[in-house]
């Protein structure tokens, strides 16, 4: 099968402090993957890489075909329109949901089908209902995010980006601001996009989810990955002792 | 944004007639115009607004242009400036001449050409009734001596020596001052002072004349030689055949000065009708009959209101549409357009408003662009705000968190996109107080357009007051007029607020 996203060689610094050190990984699709590390290991950064919210310094990301790809010391300016491209079949959520304010839930999920498809009100709208429903939201389409609990507002979230039609989900510590007792709703949401196909990259804390959930793990230290494993393997038999330390109070 | 400019250019054209002045007293035919400037505002005897019918303009000088227009064949059409803008108002291009006592001295001759005297006069000494006389200039020395800026008394005043002298805009004011014992003494233009010094109680003149005043018609610098020289010719046979004399006895203002200049030694060949008329108009008044002098100050005053929120409406219309560009330059516009937008902003809040007014409107014909005084008004007001504007703006665009924008080019909008349906939105929430609080503001300082000849709420006032002396009624009146104009916009800034908030507070779903 051939590799829906692919990546080569990524680099990337902050003020001249290297963040990714030449990260390289494919995932196949259908995939679900946790992404896992220590805090400032670049997870986040690698993830917003993928879809062009950090321009890399270096490297190649492609993903469904579309590739982003830049040599080391050359200008970034091409990227901008190659990254809107690749963005077509990526969607992304975020740890602080960032629903717009100003617009109801399913306003929010209209939205950019609209803007950026051009799609008729009316469809746009029998379409957020139905993703909305999906994701357990039903009775709550015109309610305001600020009326919301931040477990639906996440669930939201996925809706919104779903309602773009996206062939990888990028979520970047998605239950990380959330009250334990309603982290499940979401990863049952994500559980049920990954029983239904969607290829998922997940950078998490939760590491119950990424072992009962992900096909496979992605361990990164200091801007590297160390391991890709198989989710029972990694916690049962880390081979890097770099793991071995950071899963050690999850085991 | 084209939507925008249309509906601005509707508003524009569908604005000017409630500047355009009141119809004049020639009837329109098919004579050409002969437009004429003057300062209507404490403007007695020379041409100001009648003060028993405030819509009729008046005045010995309105008597003499209308003779000298039905002479040479011409229908001559008023237009109302600020006295010191008078000259400049020749070079672009608001009237053909200016006639309101401007004295042909050295200095006025070098910005303007003048036709022969058309009236001379002196200054007359005017002091608090009872006080010692004082003979003439030497007397006034050590003493405060009020007069009018930038005319020849005060040049004459200063060049005594030792006279300290104070000068004011308003002819009124002087005498007021010099009755509240703020001034010692008074020295400005006979006609004044028979005007509004010699029919009250409180004051009396002293004193020998000062000085010779000789008041010329002024004409744009060498531009209309030919009628320069058939309007000193028509002047010459009015002063020759006795149409002067006549018209200055019924101003009560023939001066033995006129007599020895023209040779005419007849004593009087009119009665006083006008000057009658004046004090009788102007004399204090019961509180019923200054209620009903406030009754007929009202349409005027409603006029001058529409005028003010017309041009104020224009101008923040303007105002915001530029200060988004700005502030959206600023904030998301790169380093070339931030630089820019900083520059423009920083010379525009670093410099006086009423500088940028007089320098688009008067300044900006030296160089080719000479614009209708609405149109300048509204440029000079709009492009000031719109630098105030930007920066509430830019803090609007600030104050939405960065997480907003990533979320929107996430969803693959645009940058544009992101900031038209999700990064503005927001901001106008937050920036409805400030921009309300500008309009406010703006309400205030549209004022400012007087000195471009526009007549709006608080020229209005000025002329009203300086007619009947009544700062403190016509205060109150118009004060609470401008009140009233700001309520409905601080009304439906609170509705817009309201609007933009929805879902902003946990009550509102």
């Known amino acids: 099968m051939q590799p829906i996203v692919r990546v080569e060689g990524i680099h990337k610094s902050f003020d001249k402090t290297p963040i ?19 805090s400032g290991c670049g997870k986040s950064t690698l993830l917003r890489c993928l879809n062009g919210l950090e321009v890399l310094d270096s490297g190649r990301v492609e993903i469904c075909g579309v590739a982003m790809e830049r040599k080391p010391n050359v200008p970034a300016g091409p990227l901008a329109d190659i990254a809107h491209k690749l963005r077509r079949n990526v969607g992304m959520v975020f740890q602080t949901f960032n629903l717009f304010p100003h617009k109801t839930l399913i306003q929010n999920v209209m939205l950019a089908p609209m803007v950026v498809k051009g799609v008729a009100r009316d469809e746009a709208a029998a379409m957020a209902e139905k993703l909305l429903k999906k994701v357990g939201l039903g009775e709550q389409v015109d309610r305001y995010p600020l009326n919301l609990s931040g477990g639906q507002q996440q669930r939201g979230a996925i809706a919104r980006a779903l309602a773009m039609a996206p062939k990888v989900m990028l979520y970047d510590e998605p239950t990380s601001a959330l009250d334990p007792i309603v982290v499940d709703e979401v990863l049952d949401v994500m559980k049920e996009l990954d029983r239904e196909g969607m290829t998922q990259i997940v950078v998490t804390h939760e590491m119950r989810f990424a072992r009962d959930a992900s096909d496979y793990i992605v361990f990164m230290d200091k801007g590297e990955i160390i391991e890709i494993s198989d989710e029972d393997e990694i916690f049962q038999n880390p081979k890097d002792p770099r793991t071995r330390q950071f899963l050690h109070r999850f085991l | ?13 569908s604005v000017i007639p409630a500047f355009a002045q009141p119809a004049q007293t020639t009837p329109a035919g098919a004579l050409p115009q002969l437009r004429y400037g003057g300062a209507l505002s404490s403007g007695a005897p020379y041409t100001f607004r009648d003060p ?18 039905e002479r040479l064949g011409y229908r001559p059409v008023f237009v109302n400036n600020d006295w010191a803008s008078l000259i400049p108002g020749l070079d672009t291009g608001l009237y053909d001449l200016v006639i309101n006592g401007l004295e042909i001295t050295s200095a006025h001759q070098a910005a303007a050409d003048f036709s022969i005297p058309y009236y001379i006069t002196f200054g007359q000494i005017v002091i608090r009734r009872g006080d010692p006389p004082l003979d003439n200039l030497a007397a006034l020395k050590g003493k405060r001596v009020g007069t009018l800026q930038a005319s020849q008394m005060e040049y004459v005043l200063r060049a005594a020596g030792n006279i300290d002298v104070r000068v004011y805009d308003e002819e009124i004011d002087v005498y007021s001052d010099l009755k509240l014992g703020r001034l010692d003494a008074s020295v400005m233009d006979f006609p004044i002072a028979v005007y509004y010094a010699k029919p009250d ?28 020289a058939n309007i000193n010719s028509a002047l010459s046979t009015m002063l020759a055949d006795g149409t002067m004399h006549r018209i ?3 101003w009560a203002l023939w001066t033995q000065m006129m007599a020895q200049a023209t040779g005419d030694a007849r004593s009087m060949l009119a009665q006083p009708i006008d000057y009658d008329r004046f004090v009788e108009a102007t004399e204090p008044t019961t509180w019923r009959g200054q209620l009903e002098r406030y009754m007929r100050f009202l349409p005027q005053l409603g ?23 700005l502030a959206l330059c600023r904030v998301y516009g790169g380093v070339v357009l931030d630089r820019i937008a900083q520059v423009y902003i920083e010379a525009i809040r670093g410099t006086p408003l009423l500088i940028q007014l007089l320098f688009i409107y008067y300044g900006l014909p030296k160089i080719g662009l000479q614009l209708d005084p609405y149109v300048a008004g509204v440029l000079a007001l709009g492009l000031n705000y719109a630098a105030y504007e930007a920066e509430n703006y830019r803090a609007g665009l600030l104050a939405i968190p960065r997480h907003q924008m990533e979320a929107a080019i996430a969803l693959n909008m645009t940058e544009r996109q992101s900031l038209r349906y999700v990064v503005i939105p927001q901001a106008a929430r937050i920036v409805v107080p400030p921009t309300t609080n500008d309009f406010i503001s703006l309400l205030k300082d549209s004022s400012l357009v007087s000195v471009i000849s526009l007549v709006e709420l608080t020229k209005t006032y000025e002329l009203l007051s300086t007619t009947y002396y009544d700062y403190f009624g016509t205060g109150l009146l118009v004060g609470a007029i401008y009140l009233l104009l700001g309520l409905p916009f601080v009304r439906l800034a609170r509705w817009a607020e309201r609007h933009l908030s929805r879902g902003m507070t946990r009550a509102s779903s």
Do not use: C
């Not at chain 2, 944004?1 to 054209?13: C, H, V, Y």
């Not at chain 2, 000062?210 to 018609?217: A, K």
């Open chain 2, 52 to 69: 028993g019918d405030p819509n009729k303009i008046i005045g010995f000088e309105v008597d003499i242009m209308n003779t000298l227009a």
């Open chain 2, 248 to 250: 200055l006895d019924r």
């Open chain 1, 20 to 38: 990714l050190k030449g990260v390289s990984f494919q995932i196949e699709e259908g995939d679900l993957v946790s992404l896992i590390g220590p």
């Open chain 2, 303 to 325: 006029w001058a209101a529409v005028a003010t929120v017309q041009i104020s409406v224009m101008s923040m219309v303007l105002a915001v549409a530029f200060g988004v560009v």
């Open chain 2, 201 to 228: 109680r409180a004051l009396e003149f002293t004193g020998d004349p000062i000085g010779r005043i000789e008041y010329g018609i002024a004409l744009k610098k060498g531009a209309h030689p030919e009628l320069l």
């Open chain 2, 1 to 13: 944004m084209t939507r925008l400019a249309l509906i601005f250019g509707l508003l524009i054209s």
